[in-house]
């Protein structure tokens, strides 16, 4: 390839390119940060009800969220930025089933070895990888129903939304491609 004043090899990343990719390590490690400081403490067995609730509305709020973007790669949408939005949206879904665990991780009986914020973000991705160490196990009823629904969201949307980012990403390097071919 051929670059700038007649030099071959590979080029620098363009600064457009590194711009939304910075954003996004910025934006997980602010879900990181916030996900570690909120007061999640004040939710579980004393607000089963709110508890639930959040839980359920930030799950359906990211599913939404993603299937919209698949939706938009599927159909070729301008303006769907699925490289930047669909790995935030995994991160957000992680975090919220974390956030979920470690509330009902209050509940006594519902989970062995899940004490600490770590404990929970570490079983969301052991279960999401579906590694399965046995460290940490859901013992009541609804600790296995919440890894259930866990399992069946990463089976639907997770695994829709890799699909679709993984076409979106064959179809910038074939245009990509396609472009260098051209103008050589």
């Known amino acids: ?4 004043g007649g030099r071959t090899g590979p080029q620098p990343p363009s600064p ?6 910075l954003a996004a390590v910025l934006f997980v490690a602010a879900l990181l940060t916030a996900y570690f400081l909120l007061p999640l403490n004040r939710l579980g067995p004393r607000r089963p009800v709110l508890s639930w ?3 359920v509305l930030a799950l359906a709020l990211v599913a939404a969220l993603m299937l919209r973007q698949i939706r938009g790669v599927l159909t ?3 303006g769907t930025r699925p490289g930047l939005v669909i790995p935030l949206l995994m991160s957000l ?6 956030s979920g665990y470690f509330a009902l991780s209050r509940h006594p009986g519902e989970f ?3 004490r600490t914020r770590l404990d929970a973000l570490y079983f969301t991705v052991v279960t999401l990888a579906t590694v399965g160490y046995g460290d940490i196990t859901p013992q009541g009823q609804t600790a296995r129903v ?3 629904l866990q399992i069946l969201y990463n089976f639907v949307f997770l695994t829709a939304a890799a699909t679709a980012l993984s076409r979106w990403i064959r179809g910038v390097v074939e245009a990509r491609t ?7």
């Open 53 to 55: 609730t959040l839980f």
């Open 146 to 148: 919440m890894t259930v």
């Open 1 to 4: 390839m051929t670059g700038s």
């Open 112 to 114: 062995a070895g899940l």
């Open 178 to 184: 396609e472009h260098d071919d051209e103008a050589q």
């Open 76 to 78: 070729g949408r301008p």
């Open 93 to 98: 879904s992680v975090l919220v089933f974390a």
């Open 16 to 21: 457009r390119g590194v711009w939304p990719a």
